[in-house]
């Protein structure tokens, strides 16, 4: 189902229990969790409005807000301007582990996209400079790629690379994942440092990424080593925090 059409099952709320103990705001709340998540109701949807609903159930309006916000806060709808609440469409979950995002996508069976921004030559600042070992103003590969999975944007990627590296191609990045590409070279890659965070979207990430400007983003910054201990690449990554998140097994000592 395309993204710009309304969608609302009134069937799931034929038999509404208005005279019972369970708040109606949850019996509404329930039913659409479970449609999004038996796929009945679909990953793209966008549900109609508040008012409308409220008008077709025969509920409030506050009643039918808290019912969606909590949908919301479940991860399963998003409220995006100019386009009303939306179904979100299949989150990726991504073990932290050492691996690429293309590959992730691939594994998860989505069909991975790539938008190559920039790809450049450029001098080394200080922070880039210490994360790959090499002299401040020395020549790095800068690159700058929209990923997107299954035609929706989920992230914006930045890598730096040593010199060595500059006949990697944009042909290369839009076909493969740069781990992928750094393999096919011969590079293993062993071990990497890895940050996860969370800020606002800066610049042209809203608008990369379909999301409010200045709306909440996730980050991941990583330092990639090879079998040597040499510092491969340095990237930091935003994602789209209703499409994505991080997952990872935590064991006692």
Not at 17 to 37: C, H, K, M, N, W
Not at 79 to 102: A, D, F, K, M, P
Not at 111 to 122: I, R
Request: proline share 5%; aromatic share 6%.
């Amino acid at each position: 189902m395309a993204g710009d059409e309304v969608y609302w099952p009134d069937e799931l709320f034929a038999d509404l229990d208005r005279t019972g103990p369970v708040p109606l705001y949850f019996q509404v709340s329930s039913r659409l969790q479970e449609a999004i998540r038996s796929g009945a109701i679909p990953g793209g949807a966008r549900l109609d409005n508040e008012i409308s609903i409220s008008q077709r159930l025969g509920l409030s309006r506050p009643t039918v807000r808290r019912a969606i916000q909590e949908v919301v806060d479940k991860g399963l709808l998003v409220r995006r301007r100019g386009i009303g609440t939306q179904v979100v469409q299949g989150q990726v979950t991504r073990q932290v582990e050492l691996t690429s995002l293309y590959e992730d996508l691939q594994s998860a069976h989505h069909e991975p996209g790539t938008t190559v921004l920039a790809h450049d030559t450029v001098p080394a600042t200080a922070v880039v400079a210490e994360k790959l070992g090499v002299a401040k103003g020395s020549d790095v590969i800068y690159l700058r790629r929209q990923r997107r999975t299954d035609g929706v944007p989920v992230a914006v990627l930045e890598n730096y690379l040593p010199p060595e590296f500059a006949d990697i191609t944009t042909g290369q990045l839009e076909s493969h994942g740069l781990y992928q590409v750094l393999r096919a070279r011969g590079v293993t890659i062993r071990v990497a440092q890895q940050k996860i965070g969370a800020r606002r979207a800066q610049g042209d990430e809203g608008e990369l990424l379909d999301i409010e400007k200045g709306g909440p983003v996730l980050t991941m910054e990583r330092v990639a080593y090879d079998n040597s201990g040499r510092a491969i690449e340095y990237g930091h990554h935003c994602y789209r925090p209703d499409m994505y998140s991080f997952e990872t097994t935590l064991v006692a000592k």
